[in-house]
């Protein structure tokens, strides 16, 4: 269950749902969507895409309805915002209910730039006040890092580490004709917080005979995030995930060697 990512999101569809499926598990994923369908095995309950933070905040009815309707052996939901959701799930039936932890949520809220500066600590307190009881009455919690699971009790933690799967890359880096020439990857986010502006800027400092490339796989936050990675001059190409793959979308940018 996720009311923020879509469908096919690399962690949640094909990952997690795809391995469960091959495990033999029927596996039902209620997510942002088109439509309901069928994909790989895996059927789809379609949520529409939220015009703003606010309705996708107050989407988590829907996505209990959906899900209490389908009477499921073990329900797993992905988003902070479904904890009310998981909880009563918990509560109302005798399902097994996992909490998927994509990010520390405490910590990411002091970067939310939508969010007054005044008003993104009081924020991070409070949803780690109440994260931290609601994972102890659900049945597991998984961690997409080590250093997120040490937040949580670890009687009930699993950690699976959130790599990328290089069998989903459309076009999957070609071998150079020099072996000496490395390309380097990042998938996930992409915005400031996540580091990218150093990242992007790091490639400046390898030896310019290099030729060494960055490929990014994400999307920009803010849109207008993008401009600045630009402004590096670096080497770079930059793709976005469409439908259940991804696709380039962005232009090779030059490297600006170091005066």
């Given amino acids: 269950?996720?009311?923020?990512?879509?469908?096919?999101?690399?962690r949640?569809?094909?990952?997690e749902a795809k391995s469960l499926v091959k495990a033999g598990y029927e596996v039902s994923l209620i997510a942002q969507h088109s439509q309901d369908?069928?994909?790989d095995g895996i059927r789809i309950l379609a949520l529409h895409r939220p015009r703003n933070r606010?309705?996708?905040?107050?989407?988590?009815?829907?996505?209990?309805?959906?899900?209490?309707?389908?009477?499921?052996?073990?329900?797993?939901?992905?988003?902070?915002?479904?904890?009310?959701?998981?909880?009563?799930?918990k509560l109302l039936t005798k399902a097994k209910v996992v909490y998927d932890v994509h990010e520390d949520y405490p910590a990411?809220?002091?970067?939310?730039?939508?969010?007054?500066?005044g008003l993104r600590r009081p924020a991070s307190i409070i949803f780690d006040l109440i994260e931290r009881p609601v994972s102890t009455r659900v049945d597991s919690v998984v961690a997409a890092t080590d250093s997120i699971g040490n937040r949580f009790r670890k009687g009930n933690l699993?950690?699976?580490?959130?790599?990328?799967v290089p069998a989903l890359?459309?076009?999957?880096?070609?071998?150079?004709?020099?072996?000496?020439?490395?390309?380097l990857v990042y998938a996930g986010a992409l915005s400031k917080e996540r580091g990218i502006t150093e990242i992007v800027e790091a490639m400046r400092y390898l030896d310019g005979e290099s030729n060494a490339k960055l490929l990014l796989y994400g999307r920009f936050s803010p849109g207008s995030y993008e401009e600045v990675v630009?402004?590096?001059?670096?080497?770079?190409?930059?793709?976005?995930?469409?439908?259940?793959?991804?696709?380039?979308?962005g232009e090779r940018w030059l490297r600006q060697p170091l005066d």
């Fill in 108 to 117: 990411d809220i002091l970067t939310k730039y939508w969010l007054p500066t």
């Fill in 54 to 89: 606010l309705r996708r905040m107050l989407g988590g009815w829907r996505v209990f309805r959906l899900a209490r309707r389908e009477k499921a052996d073990v329900y797993h939901f992905h988003d902070p915002e479904l904890l009310p959701v998981g909880l009563l799930l």
């Fill in 12 to 15: 949640i569809f094909h990952k």
């Fill in 169 to 183: 890359l459309e076009r999957p880096p070609r071998p150079s004709p020099d072996p000496q020439i490395p390309m």
């Fill in 230 to 249: 630009r402004g590096q001059r670096v080497l770079i190409e930059w793709h976005i995930w469409v439908g259940s793959r991804p696709k380039i979308c």
């Fill in 37 to 39: 369908e069928i994909a």
């Fill in 1 to 10: 269950m996720t009311s923020v990512h879509s469908a096919f999101d690399p």
């Fill in 158 to 164: 699993t950690v699976i580490h959130n790599y990328p």
